[in-house]
């Protein structure tokens, strides 16, 4: 691609998904059909893609939830920062004051340029494990039901500060830790892997090690991966002691209002693109 001026950027469309897809697994970054599929059904996403001469060459994704917006996916080199600009103009029109990112090392720059700046609270470290001996499921964990999505809701809000109901409603299949008190806290399985864990209270690592637990045993493949706080030193040592290796890390960048989001709460994440 020498001519970037024949590149057009374009809201994405349910039919780009294939080739969008194909696109980013090319690039090294994975299968992401699943989550693309999402991102371009549900009301509070948005997708943008760069077209050359037919082809789709890179993707950017946007989630919103009230005035906190996530800004993921930003595939390909030299169209970064078009692609940036293009869906940061997105969630500005829909009043979004903070927006919040998982930066890669390619990424980093353009971000800097765009004004955000490493939140507080840490980043997030990537960890893969195998799932060949998972362990017992707690009694207290059950499946999660339509009537504990309100008490879901609450627990998500208080730990990240974000309005996430939007989402977890539309992905709403996993599970939850009652006793005979409240829910302690929640973990959902997604369509494209393992999504969030979240506890009720800070450092609750008997909550945080079982919710793990129900994740990497319906992880549907020899080996999962979790993308944790790294401030959560609790999840990180359940982890190790689970088989699992950190493999990567990635800072947390803002723009705009800091949140009172509370990472020892949240013990695994939906993906970089929505936290």
Known sequence: MTDLAAVQIRPMLREDV???????????WGDRRQSLDFYTR???????VAEYRGEIVGTSVTMHSGS????????????????????????????????LLAATKLGKPIYDRFEFVEDTGGGYSVWRGP?????????????LKMRDL????????????????????????GWVLEDAECIRGYALRT????????????????????????????????????IVPTSNDAAARVLAARGFA????????RRGQPLAWRPRRIWSIFNFAFG
Request: glycine fraction near 10%; include cysteine; charged fraction near 25%.
């Open 131 to 143: 799932v060949d001996q998972p362990q017992p499921i707690h009694p207290r964990i059950r499946p």
């Open 42 to 48: 549900h009301d509070a996403c948005e997708g943008v």
């Open 150 to 173: 309100p008490r879901v809701y609450a627990i998500d809000r208080a730990a990240t500060d974000e309005d996430r109901a939007h989402a977890l409603r539309a992905l709403a299949n």
């Open 246 to 253: 950190e493999r990567r890390r990635l800072p947390r960048m």
């Open 68 to 99: 906190v917006g996530w800004l993921g996916l930003v595939f390909v080199a030299r169209l970064g920062a078009e692609l940036t600009r293009t869906s940061l103009a997105a969630l500005d029109r829909l009043g979004c004051t903070t927006v």
């Open 18 to 28: 294939a080739s969008a897809s194909t696109a980013i697994l090319e690039g090294g």
């Open 191 to 226: 369509p494209w892997g393992l999504g969030p864990a979240v506890t009720r209270d800070d450092d609750d690592e008997q909550t945080g090690m079982r919710l793990l637990d129900v994740l990497i045993a319906h992880g549907g493949s020899p080996e999962v991966q979790l």
